[in-house]
C-alpha cells in the first residue's frame, strides 16, 4: 500500500510539471483553454471531496466563487494581491461552514435548494450594498497575464489534489466514508456526523473563493451578474459527475473531454452551442452512467480477466 | 461558424477577375451573447449591424487598400453572456482562425474582459456598448482601446439641463420622483442623479429602488404617485422600463416629465405604447431628421428584417464604420498601422464626426430623447447636432 502511495503520488507530481509547462509550448488560444481545464479541475475536484463520499449535492460553487471574485475586486485596491487568496480561502471557508452548520443536520434535498439559493442571496446583498453605498462597476487592473494565473489555478489543483490524498487516509476520510456508505452506522459508532459534515464542505467553500479570486484580475471588471452566475455551479456537477466522484482523479477525466467538447461545439456552431451542449450531455449520461471513471475501471478489469485467461 | 457573403459580392468577385484591381478578403470577427442574459439587447443592437455592415462593404465593393479591394467576411461566435468565454473566443479568432481585424464585444463587463486579449495582439477595440466611469485608468491600460458611448454624468447632466429648461418656462415646478433598478448601471446613475439635482435646484420628493428582474412595480409607481411630484425619473433596464411605464398608464400618474432610461429608444417601446408613448423622454438619442439616419433605418429595416433602436444601435455601426475607414485611410491591413491611424484621426459616421479626448473618449453622444408624435427623437447631448425642443408630458390618453 506504501509503495503504491508513492507511486501515485510520483505520477500526480509528473503529470503537474507536464502541465505546468503548456505555456512555455503553446499559443494563446491552447492556454486559454488550459485556464478553463485548470480552473474546473480545482472546482470539480474539490466539489467532489465533499460531494462524492457524502451524496450532497452541492450547488453553492457560484456563491463561493463569486465571494472570491469579490474579495479581489474590493481589496485589490488596499493589500497585496498574494493576502488576498488566503483570505478569500479563509471567507469561502467560514461561509460554507455557517451553511454547513444551518443546513446539513437537514437531508440532503434541502441541503440541495438551499445551497442553489445561496448564490442568489449572496449576490442580492452585494447588489444591496452597492445600491446604498453608490459603488459603481469594480475595475480589476493589474499586470497579472494569463501564465501568472494558470499556474497559480496548477498550484492550487495540486494543493486540492494533496489535501483529497491526505484526507483519504486521515481518520476524516475513514469517517467519511463510513458517513457516505451509512450515516446511522456512522452515528453509532460514535462520529460526530454533522461536524464532519461541516469540516469537509468548508474545502469546497475554500477553494471555490480561491478560485474566484484568482479569476478576478483576468475578467478585469467584476459586476455581480458576472461573479455570480448560476451556470457555474451546475457546470461543476455536470463535469464532476462525467468524471465520477469515486475516486480522486475522477473529476478531472470528466473536466478535460467537457472543456475541449465545449470548445469544439462553441467553435463550430455557435448558432447552437447551449442545444448541442444538451444533446451531447444526454448521449454521455446514457452511455457512461458511471462516469469514465467507470469506464476506465471497466476497462482495466476486463484486460485483467483477459489476462487471466490467457 | 455564419460567413456573410452576399450576392452581390459573389458577384462582385467575379467580375472582380477581369477588373484592374485585385480582390481579396478580409476576415473579420464578431463576439457577442447569442444566448445569456443579454442576449435579448444584443439582438436588437449588436448582431443585426454586424450582419447589416458586413452586407453594405461588401455591395460597396469591399473596402478600398490602395489597388485591392477586400471583401470582408464575419466569423461570428457566442459567449453566452460568459466573460470567459468572450475570452476564449477573442482568442479563438486572433489565433486559430487569424481574423485580421476583431469588432468590439457587446456590453461594459465582456468588452473590458475581452480587452487584455485586444491589447496582446495589437487589436483596435473600438467599443460601442461599453459605458464606463474610469476612462482615464482604463486607457492607461489599454491603449488601443476607445469609448464612445459616454458616461453616466453625462447622461444624467443632460436630463437636468433638459428639466431645468422646462422649469424656467414655468412648465413643471422642482418636485422628482426618482427611482432606480438596483444593478450597475442603474445604481451608477442615480448616485450621479442625486447632487445634480440638488445643485439645479430640484427636490427629491421620493427616491427608491428596486432589484433588476422585479416583476410587478405597482408599489414603485404608487410610492412615486403619493409624493405628487412634477417629474417622475426612473434609471431602468429593458423590462422594468417596460413596466414602469405599464404602471404609469394604470395609475394615469399625472406627471409633466416621464424619463425611463435603457430601451425607451427602442422601437418595440413606441409599438407597445402608441400615443401613450408621445413625451416620454429616455436615455440617449438620435438625430431623427438626418437623411443619413433614416436611410439608415430603410437599409437595417430591408437587410435584418427589423428596425434599429434610437441609441446605441447607429452608435454600434458607427464604431464599425471606424475600421472602414482606418483600414481605408491607413491603406494597410497592417493593425499597428490602422491603429496609429485610429488613434490620430477623426472619422465621420452615421452619428455625425467622431474625435477622440486625450482618453480616447468620444465625448460628443446623445444624452437624451423624447418619444415625439411616434418618432424617438434627440433632445439633449454632449455636442451633437439635430436637438430638438423637448415637449411636456399630456397626460396617457388617446
Known sequence: MKGMDTKSLGLAGLVLLVAAGLPLVSDAYLLSIGVTIAMYTCLATSWALFSGPTHYISLATAAFFGIGTYTTGIGIEHLPYWMLLPIAGVLGAVVAALVGVATLRLSGVYFVIFTLGLAELIRQIITWGQNVSGAKGIYVLTSITEEHIYWQLLGLAALVFLGGFLIWRSRLGFAVRILGDDEDVARHAGIHTARVKVLLFMIPGAVAAITGAMLAPRYVYVEPSIAFTPMLSFQVVIMALLGGTGRLWGPVVGVIPFTLLWEAISGTFPNQTTLLLGLSFLVIVYLLPRGFVGLIEGGRARMRAGGAMA | ?398
Open chain 2, 1 to 398: 461558424m455564419t460567413r456573410y457573403l452576399t450576392a452581390a459580392s459573389l458577384v462582385a468577385l467575379v467580375a472582380g477577375g477581369g477588373a484592374a484591381f485585385a480582390q481579396e478578403t478580409l476576415t473579420i470577427g464578431a463576439v457577442g451573447p447569442k444566448t445569456g442574459p443579454l442576449a435579448g439587447g444584443a439582438a436588437v443592437t449588436y448582431w443585426p449591424n454586424v450582419q447589416l455592415w458586413a452586407h453594405d462593404v461588401n455591395e460597396a465593393g469591399g473596402i478600398q487598400v490602395g489597388d485591392t479591394s477586400y471583401m470582408v467576411e464575419i466569423i461570428e461566435y457566442d459567449d453566452q453572456t460568459n466573460p470567459g468565454q468572450t475570452i476564449q473566443a477573442v482568442q479563438r479568432l486572433a489565433t486559430q482562425d487569424e481574423a485580421d481585424f476583431i469588432l468590439p464585444p457587446y456590453s461594459t463587463g465582456l468588452n473590458l474582459a475581452a480587452a487584455p486579449i485586444y491589447d496582446r495582439f495589437g487589436y483596435p477595440q473600438v467599443t460601442s456598448t461599453a459605458n464606463t466611469g474610469n476612462v482615464d485608468e482604463l486607457s492607461d491600460q489599454f491603449p488601443n482601446l476607445y469609448v464612445t458611448l459616454g458616461a453616466a454624468s453625462g447622461m444624467v447632466g443632460g436630463l437636468i439641463d433638459v428639466m431645468t429648461e422646462l422649469r424656467e418656462a414655468g412648465e413643471i415646478d422642482n418636485t422628482v420622483a426618482m427611482v432606480n433598478v438596483a444593478d450597475a448601471f442603474g445604481i451608477e446613475l442615480a448616485e450621479e442623479a442625486r447632487p445634480l439635482f440638488e445643485e439645479a435646484g430640484f427636490e427629491i420628493v421620493y427616491d427608491s429602488s428596486y432589484p433588476l428582474g422585479t416583476q410587478d412595480l405597482s408599489p414603485v409607481i404608487q410610492g412615486a404617485s403619493d409624493a405628487n411630484p412634477s417629474s417622475f425619473v426612473a434609471f431602468s433596464y429593458p423590462p422594468d422600463t417596460f413596466a414602469l411605464t405599464e404602471q404609469a398608464i394604470i395609475e394615469e400618474l399625472d406627471v409633466g416629465v416621464f424619463y425611463t432610461a435603457v430601451a425607451t429608444a427602442f422601437p418595440a417601446y413606441g409599438e407597445r405604447f402608441g400615443p401613450a408613448a408621445n413625451g416620454v423622454m429616455g436615455i440617449g438619442g438620435v438625430n431623427a431628421d438626418d437623411a443619413g439616419f433614416q436611410d439608415y433605418v430603410a437599409r437595417h429595416l430591408e437587410v435584418t428584417g427589423q428596425a434599429p433602436d434610437s441609441w446605441a444601435s447607429p452608435m454600434v455601426y458607427s464604431t464599425f464604420q471606424i475600421y472602414q475607414q482606418a483600414i481605408e485611410g491607413a491603406g494597410s491591413i497592417d493593425r499597428a498601422e490602422v491603429s496609429e491611424y485610429i488613434a490620430n484621426n477623426s472619422f465621420d459616421t452615421l452619428i455625425g464626426p467622431i474625435e477622440w479626448d486625450e482618453n480616447n473618449n468620444n465625448p460628443a453622444y446623445w444624452t437624451v430623447g423624447q418619444w415625439q408624435d411616434g418618432t424617438y427623437r434627440g433632445i439633449a447631448s454632449t455636442g451633437r447636432e439635430g436637438e430638438v425642443d423637448p415637449i411636456v408630458k399630456q397626460g396617457w390618453g388617446e
